[in-house]
Nanobody
Framework: QVRLVESGGGLVQAGDSLTLSCVVS????????VGWFRHVPGEEREFLAA????????KYADSVKGRFTISREMDRNAVHLQMDSLRPEDTAIYYC???????????????WGQGTQVTVSK
């Protein structure tokens, strides 16, 4: 069993930066990939970025490449998502998830956090 807890969401203005964190517990981190997704009600869950814990290789959606950065903090078993130059259209609930591989398909991830709201005002 793997447990994920997100934090760091909030209300920011367009152009601001925000870093989300996902603390992972319950299984040795080297055995899975962690991905970040976002969801707007009425739309499909959107893949943003993913990382294989070991060796730390990453994957990004084209829509956020260059603005969002995924990283790991090994001492805390945490995966972060730094988001720069935020836009109103980035407003969503952001989730981290753990799965066997860093795919872009939400169905490939078995464990999910509870989500954290990010709101970007104009």
């Amino acid at each position: 069993q793997v447990r994920l807890v997100e934090s760091g969401g909030g209300l920011v203005q367009a152009g601001d930066s925000l870093t989300l964190s996902c603390v992972v517990s319950g299984r040795a981190p080297g055995s899975y990939a962690v991905g970040w997704f976002r969801h707007v009600p009425g739309e499909e869950r959107e893949f943003l970025a993913a990382m294989i814990w070991t060796p730390g290789s990453t994957k990004y959606a084209d829509s956020v490449k260059g603005r969002f950065t995924i990283s790991r903090e090994m001492d805390r078993n945490a995966v972060h998502l730094q988001m720069d130059s935020l836009r109103p259209e980035d407003t969503a609930i952001y989730y981290c998830a753990a799965g066997r591989a860093p795919t872009q398909n939400a169905r490939d991830y078995t464990y999910w956090g509870q989500g954290t709201q990010v709101t970007v005002s104009k």
